[in-house]
Antibody, heavy 120, light 108 residues
Framework: EVQLVESGGGLVKPGGSLRLSCAAS????????MTWVRQAPGKGLEWVGR??????????DYAAPVKGRFTISRDDSKNTLYLEMNSLKTEDTAVYYC???????????WGQGTLVTVSS | EIVLTQSPATLSLSPGERATLSCRASQSVSSYLAWYQQKPGQAPRLLVYDASNRATGIPARFSGSGSATDFTLTISSLEPEDFAVYYCQQRSNWPPYTFGQGTKLEIK
């Protein structure tokens, strides 16, 4: 059974930093492209960033609102995905989901999400 | 950037009725379109990908259609558990993924 379990969310002040983790199981993590998607309270879904598998280059891409502040990485030996968030803004407040990507295009498995609140 | 516009914003129907949800893209996305269902307090669930292929375990009452800029998700006969928010999502060159704003399907 595929499982994605996020952790690391919490309350942080504007300008602060936080690192989210996503523990994956039930599939060959090293072969998977992974993404982070967020959802602000009461709002819709917003793609945050993507990391390809190492066999596809292991490259990362980011949405414009987070580029230069957020960094996605992966540890295939630990089956874990990370999201390092710096210079956090109040508008980054959201539930953050990690997802697995299929066909380079769609998100077939989602974690339960972890809430990040940026507030003074 | 390709913008996805979903309509209606809210759809009020009764169990047993047919639901038709629309997603329009600002430019062609070929068939690179998916639909997701999200219930309160839960993560989204993939329903349909490549415009018309049901994901694993999705009931046959859910069907997707369309291509280029106009797409439809149809639920043939609503079950009580189908009342939720539905999002469409497309894949393109850049940004690689965008979502529509969602359609809330509520019980009439």
């Amino acid at each position: 059974e595929v499982q994605l379990v996020e952790s690391g969310g919490g309350l942080v002040k504007p300008g602060g930093s936080l690192r989210l983790s996503c523990a994956a199981s039930g599939f060959t993590f090293s072969n998977a492209w992974m993404t982070w998607v967020r959802q602000a309270p009461g709002k819709g879904l917003e793609w945050v960033g993507r990391i390809k598998s190492k066999t596809d280059g292991g490259t990362t891409d980011y949405a414009a609102p987070v580029k230069g502040r957020f960094t996605i990485s992966r540890d295939d030996s630990k089956n874990t995905l990370y999201l390092e968030m710096n210079s956090l803004k109040t508008e980054d407040t959201a539930v953050y989901y990690c997802t697995r990507v299929i066909k380079s295009s769609y998100f077939d498995y989602w974690g339960q999400g972890t809430l990040v609140t940026v507030s003074s | 950037e390709i913008v996805l516009t979903q309509s209606p914003a809210t759809l009020s129907l009764s169990p047993g009725e047919r639901a038709t949800l629309s997603c329009r893209a600002s430019q062609s996305v070929s068939s690179y379109l998916a639909w997701y269902q999200q219930k309160p307090g839960q993560a989204p669930r993939l329903l349909v990908y490549d415009a018309s292929n049901r994901a694993t375990g999705i009931p046959a009452r859910f069907s997707g259609s369309g291509s280029a800029t106009d797409f439809t998700l149809t639920i043939s006969s609503l079950e009580p558990e189908d009342f939720a928010v539905y999002y469409c999502q497309q894949r393109s060159n850049w940004p690689p993924y965008t979502f529509g704003q969602g359609t809330k399907l509520e019980i009439k």
